[in-house]
């Protein structure tokens, strides 16, 4: 059954530990962290302090999405602050293959994310040195649009490359998922998906539970 990562842009800041104890207690294993600079992003989100203090309270994977331009100034930083994986964007990275190299230097999984406009093509060489490649599926900045279904069809060319090539990272989605379109998203071959919204949004334990239900009837 493919995994489930909540992303924290859309809990309630003011109960961040409480929204965490939840997942935790409804078996969510990975926790998705978007960083927004306001400068490859419009927005801006949180950072090290912020990772740091709920890195106390929890001993979920850490998945830290770093919107952030030129993001090799940082890798150090976020590891400290206690990320598990990072993803960084290839359009962020004047030198993609450098930075790339700094990051596989660090002791936590390497991960790079393309935007909707991106091909697989821009990333192709480094597949693989990669544990997950991040599929956008909305424009970075926002959680609660709408899922731009093209981001599917570059899902299938990511598994394709991965058979024929012997490749092994793992395909990840985020933007814009729900209960609805989870099923289709999971057979399409992704094997996590990021839900902000959708797991935000009412009742966090039972939003969990419905998500997972899809997910294995998809699987
Ligand atoms: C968007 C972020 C997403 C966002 C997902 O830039 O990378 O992780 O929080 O939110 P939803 O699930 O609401 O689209
Ligand atoms: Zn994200």
């Known amino acids: 059954m493919g995994e489930l990562a909540p992303s924290i842009l859309a809990a309630d800041f003011n109960r961040l530990g409480e929204n965490i104890r939840c997942l935790e207690k409804e078996g969510v294993r990975m926790l998705h962290i978007d960083v927004m600079d306001g400068n490859f992003v419009p927005s801006i989100s949180f950072g090290m302090p912020v990772i740091q203090s709920i890195r106390q309270e929890s001993s979920m994977f850490f998945d830290v999405h770093l919107m952030i331009e030129?993001?090799?100034?940082?890798?150090?930083?976020?590891?400290?602050?206690?990320?598990d994986g990072i993803t960084i964007h290839a359009e962020a990275c004047k030198d993609i293959k450098g930075t790339l190299q700094s990051l596989k230097k660090q002791?936590?999984?390497a991960a790079m994310s393309i935007k909707p406009d991106t091909p697989v093509t821009a990333i192709q060489d480094y597949l693989g040195q990669l544990d997950m490649v991040l599929v956008m599926?909305?424009?970075?900045?926002?959680?609660?649009q709408k899922l731009i279904p093209a981001a599917l069809d570059k899902v299938a060319r990511l598994k394709e490359l991965r058979e024929r090539e012997g490749y092994s990272y793992q395909i990840e989605i985020d933007g814009g998922v729900n209960h609805s379109n989870l099923g289709l998203i999971m057979s399409s071959g992704v094997d996590i998906a990021v839900a902000g919204t959708a797991v935000f949004q009412g009742n966090i334990a039972e939003n969990i539970k419905n998500l997972k239900e899809v997910m294995e009837s998809a699987s």
């Open 70 to 83: 030129e993001p090799a100034r940082y890798l150090q930083d976020f590891v400290q602050a206690g990320a």
């Open 107 to 109: 002791p936590v999984q």
């Open 137 to 144: 599926s909305v424009e970075p900045g926002f959680g609660g």
